[in-house]
């Protein structure tokens, strides 16, 4: 009886024990998840100026699935207005997507050999392709002409209809920003900079890009349109609707078009680079001349990157925040270098491509390599495949080398020079800050 009476005292004091410590553990998670939530809805709403905005997503069929969920934790998350248009209309977790290609000629859509895709996708969806065809199409090579996949030849159609439907979706929104489903955008950079600016005026603000006679906004960097130039674009379409429709069907590239469009309109593009980027940091060059030589990406406030896989949008996206919260000073392109790239960056990494992109002679070993890059004062990486050696003089991270390939790619970085070469680049930095007309 004594011996009952011992073990249900224990009973009831492991029991009391566990109850207390599931409390614990309970209010922990309770309080950690409340503080997480809160983080994330104060870095939103110390962003003043989203709701004068309307973000349009342009995605398509086969990489929506993949491509579009991570924005809704990280690019969009902070987003009050925004708009998804496909090909292809359906619900991905929870979030509309719309078909941007709904209005274009009926005639159009039953004959042009660039919508026998489309018919395909809206009479069967995803199943109406094999997954021999998913597999040719993931995989197409860019060319100079795009990329070669069917869905690559459709989206040129959708830029002008999008165009239209945000117009008509949010008409008072004062800038309309066009991005698509591998744009990152630092949204608190990229509000300061549209400060800077009238939005009562046309503006065409993008990383440039030229096709033949037409200079464009790259629609990979993102670009932002004020309310007065879509309008103006969107009316003069829609008096040239059968010379656009025509043109479009002649050209290769969407954004080139809306480009042409609105530069017949009377909107001429500021050219934006490197305020906004057409790389991930990864693969991005710092000291880039794309823009010239006095507009290298070093000293500028960075706005948006491009090409990213959705693993790198969330370390991206923490490393923002934190800096955010952190820091007073806006991102610049040098930030991100020093402090988001540089501490990925080894002595050598094995099947790694970092980029490098200047042949020397070949060679027998990585250490050999090694030596020619080390031979030259300005080499800051190499890489060797085979007996491939490559230089640079640039400072990339890189990225993972692809599988498919049968010789395996290593790539190195002349550490001690590294830390001279960011000095040297915040040297060059003379109060540049943004692109501004």
Same mark, same amino acid.
């Given at each position: 009886m004594f011996s009952l009476s011992i073990y249900r005292v224990l009973a009831a004091v492991v029991l009391f024990f566990v109850f207390q410590q599931y409390i614990l553990f309970t209010k922990d998670s309770y309080t950690k998840e409340n503080n997480s939530q809160g983080t994330a809805k104060s870095s939103c709403d110390s962003l003043s100026g989203l709701n004068d905005l309307l973000v349009i997503l342009r995605t398509g069929a086969t990489e929506a699935p993949k491509k579009l969920p991570v924005h809704f934790t990280t690019t969009l998350r902070c987003i009050p207005h925004y708009t998804i248009y496909s090909d292809y209309e359906e619900d991905i977790e929870g979030h509309h997507v719309y078909n941007a290609l709904d209005e274009v000629n009926p005639n159009i859509v039953a004959t042009h050999a660039d919508f026998e895709y489309y018919r395909r996708l809206q009479e069967g969806g995803r199943e109406a392709f094999t997954s021999g065809e998913l597999s040719q199409w993931a995989a197409a090579k860019n060319t100079n002409s795009g990329r070669d996949s069917p869905g690559w030849k459709l989206d040129k159609w959708k830029f002008l209809p999008i165009a239209e439907k945000a117009l008509r979706q949010r008409p008072d929104a004062k800038w309309y920003i066009f991005i698509e489903s591998d744009t990152y955008i630092l949204w608190r950079n990229l509000l300061e900079w549209l400060s800077q600016f009238n939005p009562s005026k046309p503006h065409y603000l993008g990383m440039q890009m030229q096709i033949g006679d037409v200079v464009f906004a790259y629609g990979g960097a993102g670009f932002a349109i004020s309310n007065p130039a879509l309008k103006k674009v969107v009316a003069h379409r829609s008096e040239n609707l059968e010379f656009y429709d025509d043109?479009?069907?002649?050209?290769?590239?969407?954004?080139?078009?809306?480009?042409?469009?609105?530069?017949?309109?009377?909107?001429?593009?500021?050219?934006?680079?490197?305020?906004?980027?057409?790389?991930?940091? =990864?693969?991005?060059?710092?000291? @880039?001349?794309?823009?010239?030589?006095?507009?290298?990406?070093?000293?500028?406030?960075?706005? @948006?990157?491009?090409?990213?896989? =959705?693993?790198?949008?969330?370390?991206?996206?923490?490393?923002?925040?934190?800096?955010?919260?952190?820091?007073?000073?806006?991102?610049?392109?040098?930030?991100?270098?020093?402090?988001?790239?540089?501490?990925?960056?080894?002595?050598?990494?094995?099947?790694?491509?970092?980029?490098?992109?200047?042949?020397?002679?070949?060679?027998?070993?990585?250490?050999?390599?090694?030596?020619?890059?080390?031979?030259k004062p300005n080499c800051l990486q190499f890489s060797l495949s085979g007996q491939s050696c490559k230089t640079s003089t640039a400072l990339q991270l890189g990225h993972q080398a692809l599988d498919d390939t049968t010789t395996h790619i290593k790539s190195g970085w002349i550490m001690e020079r590294i830390q001279g070469y960011a000095e040297d680049m915040d040297a060059t930095c003379d109060h540049h800050n943004w692109i501004l007309p």
């Open positions: 043109f479009t069907g002649r050209h290769w590239a969407g954004d080139c078009v809306l480009g042409k469009a609105l530069a017949d309109a009377g909107v001429n593009l500021l050219w934006s680079f490197p305020t906004l980027a057409s790389d991930q940091p =990864p693969d991005m060059n710092f000291n @880039s001349t794309f823009g010239g030589h006095a507009k290298r990406p070093w000293c500028y406030y960075a706005t @948006s990157y491009h090409h990213l896989p =959705p693993a790198e949008y969330y370390k991206l996206d923490e490393f923002e925040k934190n800096w955010n919260q952190e820091n007073t000073s806006l991102l610049r392109h040098g930030d991100i270098f020093r402090h988001y790239i540089l501490p990925r960056v080894a002595s050598e990494r094995a099947d790694w491509d970092n980029l490098s992109d200047v042949d020397e002679d070949k060679v027998s070993s990585f250490n050999e390599c090694r030596s020619a890059c080390e031979r």
